[in-house]
């Protein structure tokens, strides 16, 4: 037999570089959490699965397991070594543009077309609240950065860093959203810190939502659905688990509702109703009730009903139909608040100014129970110095 020598390259042949096994390992991560946040953004966090990170990195399945226990293990790397960054620095740019050292071009941006990576982001804050994995490290880091930045003792740098995200989880990708919170930006960076003395107390939780569509049994599977959503977000908010919460078969639930779009959509617009939509007129005139609004949400006592928010805003990854009709809803929904706040001005170039806020206000929302639910805080704060600059900008508008 003859003796093949493989130790040298043929003749005229360079010699290839070989990489350590510690390089390729290495290589290997960077693949594993890239794919991992591509899965995030186009599938949902909750549909995300080893298979599918393995055949977007390149590798098989056995590569995932190697290196995690779990895909909630994976995604808790994912966060520090890539979701985190994302995160950081959208605030980052939030603070900058309040203190004058940029403009508001790169937020309004990040706003219009989110990147992967911050979409992984905002999704894995709302989940560090079910999955133990990112419970450890998410919200410490969320207030580590928070507290670098002084997010936690500024309200006008929370309140525009609540909007800002607000409107990322809300509706990534809506010019129009981005273009109102730019809006609210440059309101609340054109002026100085407010000093309010002695304010009222504005932390009362929000009412209770109340079902009462004339059906009880319709009535107690509204409730069941938002306490399993809050719990278990909404990918894992079955008809099945829906059903023995509320201590009915899954067949009685399907000859109440056709499935689970149907069941979502009168939950969510029905839950969106009453939070955002009674006495527009009272609460767009005074400073404290649009504060009172905002903190209320963040009370401690409406965590249930934030949570089940939030995990229906992720709606627009598991359920598209229903989230095109819910974006419906809301724009008919604003464009009535918006008809009944017009009436009350006289002026004609008032509307861009309340039309600002009226965009504005779900994002803010939105944002602030965010912050107040992963970090812990903000639950006390007091956001009218935030919210300020915003209504009496409606006011010099309308005359």
Known sequence: MTHIDRSDPAPGKPTPARRSRGTKAKANDQAIWNAAIDAVAAEGLDRVTARQVADRAGLSSGAIYSRYDSVPDLLAEVWSNRARSA????VVAVRDVLTGTADARPVLAAMRAPSPALLAALE?????NRIPELADVVPDDVRGCFDDLGVTTDSRLAGCVATVLGGVVYNPGDAAVATHVGTVLRWVADREAVSLESPPPVSDPPPAFVFDTGDPDRDLLLHAAAEVTARSGV????????????GYVPSFVYSVYDGRDELFLELISTASAQLMGPDTERVYGAVHLMAGRLAGWCHPDGRHWRRMALECCLTRTY????????????????????DRVLAAFSVPTSEQAITTMLWARRPATYGA??????????????????????????RATAG
């Open 87 to 90: 995160f950081d620095e959208l």
């Open 124 to 128: 894995l804050c709302i989940a560090s």
């Open 235 to 246: 990918h894992h908010a079955t008809l099945k688990r829906i059903g023995r919460v509320a």
């Open 319 to 338: 359920f598209p139909q229903v989230w095109r009709s819910i974006r419906a809803y809301d724009l008919q929904t604003d464009r009535a608040s918006l």
């Open 369 to 394: 129970g965010l912050l107040a639910d992963v970090t812990g805080g903000f639950v006390e704060m007091d956001w009218r110095p935030f919210l300020l600059p915003v209504v009496e900008a409606m």
